[in-house]
Each structure stands twice: as structure tokens, then as C-alpha cells.
């Protein structure tokens, strides 16, 4: 089945230092990818939608200067948390819709701790 | 409008029992319903999906059931095995909007041996 890769799978920084996480889909292309944040026994949120080769489009209340993503190529988005403070720690996952099947495949997280 | 609502929140099952989680929507628009499954740590997977023009589907020991004119959908685990204890989710979204999928809450599994 098509596989989705995040890197690093665990990220442990300095609150105001900024992190970046990759999302790969690895044997599929993804026009659109998206970003969830998911808190301990809780539902996924949605945080953005990254389109290939044009601005993201984020949901309400989601902070666009400060969780930059760039959606380079058909097989790359990045999430890069600015300025990153303890509140931030939470799991992060991305998702890619293959664009032939519609179907949205999901990476294995990263969890991010911000000391 | 956009929510789905996903009940129960957790659920407790025998092995080789049968586990059954509903979901409801209210957006009539909606053309895709997949269901997850995430284990501790890791990322949902995609277990089983189905599209409005059929009212079952069944994959292995996973079915879903829809019903349209309810706009409710649900997901059965047949000979539920404690390997299957993870959260499970359902979803939903529609083709015109970049396939954004609205979650339900989530419910916790657990298949006691």
C-alpha cells in the first residue's frame, strides 16, 4: 500500500528555537498534503491544507507565521514550528491524498517536546 | 454542519466478539466515509472506506454499513481479537473540497482475551 514517511519521528528542543518536520509520501504523488495536531486521547485537528506549489490554507484559529509549511514538490511538505514554546509539545502527523484514488494516507507522527 | 459525530466513546469487548461503532453526519454533500485505526504513537491507518452509491462493505473481518437516508454509518469488527484494541475513527469529506476529512471523537477499543 502507498506509504507516507514524517522525519524525525521525536524532536526534543529549547522553547524559541524552531523545528522543522518533513512529510514524504514515498511511492505515490500528492498534489494536496495536510497537517494534523493530535493531543493525547483526542481526535485529530486539522491544521492545514498544503497545496504543491501554492500558499497553505489554514484553518481557524491555526497561527500561519508560525507553523510555516512549504509544499515543494508533488512528494515533500514541510511544517516548520517558529519559535517553538512548551505549548507546541504535541504529535504532529501529516497526511497525503493520493490524487488518482482520493484516498489519504497517513505518516507515523513526530512528537515534539518543547522544553 | 460539518461535524461527525462518533459514539461510543470507549468500548469494552469480549474476544471473538463483534465490536460496533456508529457514526452520524449532517452535511449531505459528504461522498467519502473512511474509517481509521491508530495504535498508541503511531499514525492513523486507513482500514476501510465507502462511498454513497453502496450501502456495505466488507473487507476481512471489517464491515461497514451505510445508510443514507439516516446519513449514519458504522463500523463492525467481526471475531474481535485483542490485536484489534487501538482507537478507531471515522471520517468523512467530499470531493469538491481537496478531500478534507472531518474526524469523529474517536472510540477506544479495547478485546479482553
Known amino acids: 500500500g502507498a506509504v507516507v514517511s514524517q522525519h524525525p519521528s521525536w524532536v526534543i528542543c529549547k522553547s524559541g528555537t524552531s523545528v522543522k518536520i518533513e512529510c514524504r509520501s514515498l511511492?505515490?504523488?500528492?498534489?494536496?498534503m495536510f497537517w494534523y495536531r493530535q493531543f493525547p486521547k483526542q481526535s485529530l485537528m486539522l491544521m492545514a491544507t498544503?497545496?504543491?506549489?501554492?500558499?497553505?490554507?489554514?484553518e481557524q484559529g491555526v497561527e500561519k507565521d508560525k507553523f510555516l509549511i512549504n509544499h515543494a514538490s508533488l512528494t515533500l511538505s514541510t511544517l516548520t514550528v517558529t519559535s517553538a514554546h512548551p505549548e507546541d509539545s504535541s504529535f504532529y502527523i501529516c497526511s497525503a491524498r493520493d490524487q488518482f484514488t482520493d484516498t489519504q494516507y497517513f505518516g507515523p507522527g513526530t512528537r515534539l517536546t518543547v522544553l | 454542519q460539518q461535524q461527525v459525530k462518533q459514539s461510543p466513546q470507549s468500548l469494552i469487548v469480549q474476544k471473538g466478539g463483534i465490536s460496533i461503532i456508529n457514526c452520524a453526519y449532517e452535511?449531505?454533500?459528504?461522498?467519502?466515509f473512511p474509517w481509521y485505526q491508530q495504535f498508541p504513537g503511531k499514525g492513523p491507518a486507513l482500514l476501510i472506506a465507502?462511498?454513497?452509491?453502496?450501502s456495505e462493505k466488507k473487507e476481512g473481518r471489517f464491515t461497514i454499513s451505510f445508510n443514507k437516508s439516516a446519513k449514519q454509518f458504522s463500523l463492525h469488527i467481526m471475531d474481535s481479537q485483542p490485536g484489534d484494541s487501538a482507537t478507531y475513527f471515522c471520517a468523512a469529506s467530499w470531493s469538491s473540497n481537496t478531500g478534507k476529512l472531518i474526524f469523529g471523537q474517536g472510540t477506544t477499543l479495547q478485546v479482553k482475551p
Open positions: 498544503s497545496n504543491e506549489g501554492s500558499k497553505a490554507t489554514y
Open positions: 452535511n449531505t454533500a459528504f461522498d467519502y
Open positions: 465507502i462511498r454513497p452509491d453502496v
Open positions: 511511492d505515490f504523488q500528492a498534489t494536496t
